[in-house]
């Protein structure tokens, strides 16, 4: 069966299960709120549930525990469980979902705690060769989940990211959700040897990029920086190690 690696934001809101997105794991829906639909319930099931404003705020109501999240937070919720999302105008929210077997908790993880943050907010690559980017952790290695790992990276106007170019194909599976880069636009590669890669196409606000195997750099335009959400999920229930890679060693040999 044909892999789809490029799904544009129209597509994204019935939703991508792992299956059509060529994943074991990974599922992936946008979710719109608006005057038309200011609420929605939405039962976790088998999976674990990140949700992720891109837009606007979103309140939430979790087994009584109730808050807002604003634009860049992040809400896990724990497989087997109903979560109500409202606005009381307009909200854009990317729930991503992967198959979990574990006991985790709920959590809202505010984007403002992270960036604070020296543990969760790292600056990799460097400005003379135009790579620099700014990695922000929300779930990370440390973080009680089954197999989601996640966070946002921004790269600078015309910059690289995810480089030097790295895999983690037995590991882990991945997609990219783009997202605040206005009228940008972006290049994303998706290959296990240049002469042939497996997708390399044109990347803008709300597109889903779905990652299997292969190195995966991108790289933006000079209009505006690249940014994206992340999310990997462990083949491993419980096996979370973001720097469990592969690099291309014709391009470096360790990820700074």
């Not at 979710?31 to 979103?58: C, H, M, W, Y």
Request: hydrophobic content about 35%; some cysteine.
């Amino acid at each position: 069966m044909s892999i789809k690696y490029h799904y544009r934001p129209e597509n994204l809101l019935k939703g991508v299960s792992p299956k059509e997105a060529g994943l074991e794991y990974i599922s992936c829906k946008r979710i719109e709120l608006d005057s038309n639909t200011p609420s929605l319930i939405v039962q976790t099931g088998k999976q674990e549930v990140v949700f992720v404003v891109t837009a606007g705020k979103v309140n939430y109501d979790f087994n009584e525990k109730t808050g807002s999240a604003i634009f860049e937070d992040m809400v896990y919720v724990p497989c087997k469980s109903r979560i109500i999302l409202s606005t009381p105008h307009k909200a854009t929210v990317m729930q991503v979902g992967a198959l979990s077997d574990r006991n985790t908790d709920f959590a809202h993880i505010a984007f403002s705690e992270v960036a604070k943050d020296p543990n969760r907010h790292k600056v990799y690559g460097f400005a003379e060769t135009n790579c620099l980017r700014h990695v922000y952790t929300f779930l990370g290695d440390d973080f009680n989940a089954a197999r989601l790992m996640m966070g946002i990276c921004q790269g600078n106007p015309g910059g690289w990211t995810s480089w030097p170019p790295h895999e983690h194909a037995k590991q882990r599976e991945e997609i990219y959700v783009y997202f605040d880069m206005g009228k940008g636009f972006g290049v994303q590669l998706v290959y296990e040897n240049l002469d042939n890669p497996l997708y390399v196409g044109i990347v803008r606000n709300g597109d889903m990029i779905s990652i299997p195997r292969g190195y995966h750099p991108n790289v933006g335009c000079p209009a505006g920086r690249i940014c994206y959400i992340y999310a990997m999920a462990a083949r491993k229930s419980g096996e979370r190690k973001f720097l469990d890679l592969h690099i291309q060693e014709d391009f470096g040999s360790k990820f700074e």
